[in-house]
């Protein structure tokens, strides 16, 4: 009887410790990304456009799966418009003309695409490349933290004066709805503006937390692919695949969640920012930030953040991969049950920021799985990390290191069609021991 309890009692922690593991990371009963997203989608045809989409829509439009639309220039749903978009819809931004479409404050978007029937933003060259038009821009009337309210007319090339107002975002509204956007994607996006700013894939600004935003796919984009100022906002399933920008940026005070996510960096993709998975800051500038306003919260839950690297040592060492995280003064994250996997470091905080244990409690890693990083958490320009390891490392938060390939760790990820992102399950060596070759960016 004694053996069968301890069989038992081993069976069952084996059971509950694969659970644990699998519960980092993006999670699903199946894998989520089957069917509506696409990781190859310069071998797509999507024919040649049918319609054509300029300057203002100021009256409620549907656009439909029969015809392919074709933005050109700077298209504005303005008002109180609904752009209404039918699932499997084509929408092809153009190049000369830096096509781009903007969700003004108070109109809304409907884009509810299926998992079998997306909905699809792409360039409209033969041979596409990131960064072949603008990308889709949503304005709110949210909070933000920046002085007064905000525009985003540095965007639009040659914008009309009477346009101007389009542009504008900010006010005093955290639950008001700019619409749905479900089952879409959006590829080749991020047209460069100036030397060092790019459209995003796609920018909420001052996005209201009624806005239903999930099952989303930005891949190629030279500029940032998701990029979110201010607002309050909730975002589930959201995939950024070999972007040049960060993969996902918060700024100017937003409060957002962002959860079952996923970012695939490549080491050769980048467009000389420092790009990173995840940037979580409260101002570019400290004298555009507002004080007496809140700053930046993000709390994440669930995400996969993994390098693509084939030699990680040898691209490190050619200065292609950069840190996964970084934190800038005056922002908070609360990163839980996530994956970060070779990346150099894992995470960097901003040099400002002072190590006490007031600045580490806004700034939270629990049950994470960090593997082969070079290195863990460190403060900017500074190799010495022992205080961070000693915090962090602590048995109460619950964080693993591991070092193995990503063809270990994940369940598949050299599929091209139908890759999964999901950790394997009884494939990763975890422990709350901090390996010492960690603890170095050397």
């Known amino acids: 009887m004694k053996n069968f309890t301890q069989i038992i009692f081993i069976f069952l922690f084996i059971i509950a410790n694969s659970f644990a593991q699998q519960e980092k ?3 699903g009963e199946t894998n989520w990304l089957n069917n509506w997203t696409e990781f190859k989608p310069n071998q797509q045809d999507y024919g040649e456009p049918s319609k054509i989409l300029a300057g203002n829509i100021t009256e409620n439009t549907t656009l439909y799966k029969r015809e392919v639309y074709l933005l050109l220039g700077s298209v504005f749903v303005t008002d109180s418009i609904t752009l209404t978009i039918e699932p499997g819809t084509v929408i092809l931004g153009d190049f000369k003309t830096k096509g781009s479409l903007t969700i003004s404050k108070d109109a809304s978007i409907i884009a509810n695409g299926t998992e079998t029937d997306p909905i699809i933003f792409s360039s409209n060259r033969t041979v596409k490349r990131p960064g072949d038009w603008g990308g889709l821009v949503i304005l709110g009337n949210a909070p933000i933290n920046k002085f007064g309210f905000g525009s985003a007319a540095m965007f639009y090339p040659n914008l009309k004066a009477s346009d101007y107002v389009h542009a504008n975002y900010g006010g005093n509204d955290p639950n008001r709805s700019s619409g749905v956007i479900k089952h879409t994607r959006i590829e080749f996006a991020g047209k460069r503006i100036s030397e060092n700013r790019y459209f995003s894939g796609l920018l909420l600004a001052s996005v209201g937390n009624e806005t239903e ?9 030279a500029g940032n692919a998701f990029e979110v100022w201010g607002g309050n906002t909730t975002l589930n399933k959201l995939v950024s695949y070999s972007t040049h920008g960060n993969d996902f940026k918060f700024n100017y005070g937003t409060r957002a969640v962002l959860s079952n996510s996923l970012a695939v960096r490549s080491p050769y993709a980048s467009n000389g920012g420092g790009s990173k998975c995840l940037e979580v800051k409260s101002y570019d500038r400290k004298e555009e930030f507002d004080f007496t306003k809140s700053g930046t919260l993000v709390k994440v839950q669930n995400i996969t953040f993994i390098n693509n690297s084939e030699n990680l040592e040898s691209d490190i060492k050619m200065n292609l991969v950069q840190e996964a995280v970084f934190i800038g003064k005056n922002a908070s994250l609360d990163m839980n049950k996530s994956v970060i996997s070779g990346f150099n470091p894992a995470v960097v905080l901003d040099e400002n920021i002072i190590i006490n244990q007031e600045n580490l409690e ?9 593997n082969n990083c070079n290195g863990n958490i460190f403060v900017e320009y500074n190799s010495n990390n022992e205080d961070l390891e000693n915090w962090y490392g602590n048995s109460v938060f619950f964080n693993v290191y591991s070092k193995s390939d990503n063809y270990e760790t994940f369940i598949d990820t050299k599929n091209a069609r139908r890759p999964d992102f999901r950790l394997r399950i009884n494939k990763i060596i975890a422990s709350n021991e901090v390996d010492p070759d960690l603890r170095s960016m050397d």
């Open 25 to 27: 990371g993006i999670v």
């Open 213 to 221: 935003l999930s099952n989303i796919m930005v891949s190629h984009s």
């Open 362 to 370: 806004k700034i939270n890693f629990n049950a994470m799985l960090f």
